[in-house]
Nanobody, 132 residues
Framework: QSRFVESGGGFVEFGGSLRVSCAAS????????IGWFRQAPGQPGKEQEGVSCLGTTDDDTYYRKSVKGRFAISRDNTENTMYLHMNSLQPEDTGVYYC??????????????????????WGRGTQVVVSP
């Protein structure tokens, strides 16, 4: 069954950096739009917000306004893994980060991040905590 194995995340001080990653299992990322979503603490009923998404080419990206210039999404097709590099972290970045993938034939990068699709392959989430 297609799934992700998430790693990274953790606790960091204001201004610090972290990287979260998702290794795909039982499917290959090549033809998928990939994305990172997050859910802020204390809002379990609220849908995850799209943070960054990446298409099958490196120039096809979407970044949430609040993370532009600080976060970078990438994929390594040889390792079948996707990454989110987070720099200059702020307390507002605290939350559970989820990776997701959907076939590029069915969704665009923008739609992936703004519409939070319910289908596709989703990771279980990894916690990121940024202290003030």
């Amino acid at each position: 069954q297609s799934r992700f194995v998430e790693s990274g995340g953790g606790f960091v001080e204001f201004g610090g950096s972290l990287r979260v990653s998702c290794a795909a299992s039982e499917f290959t990322l090549d033809d998928f739009v990939i994305g990172w979503f997050r859910q802020a603490p204390g809002q379990p009923g609220k849908e995850q917000e799209g943070v960054s998404c990446l298409g099958t080419t490196d120039d096809d990206t979407y970044y949430r306004k609040s993370v532009k210039g600080r976060f970078a999404i990438s994929r390594d097709n040889t390792e079948n893994t996707m990454y989110l590099h987070m720099n200059s972290l702020q307390p507002e970045d605290t939350g559970v980060y989820y990776c997701a993938a959907l076939p590029s034939k069915v969704i665009t990068v923008q739609k992936m991040c703004t519409d939070r699709p319910r289908l596709g392959v989703w990771g279980r989430g990894t916690q990121v905590v940024v202290s003030p």
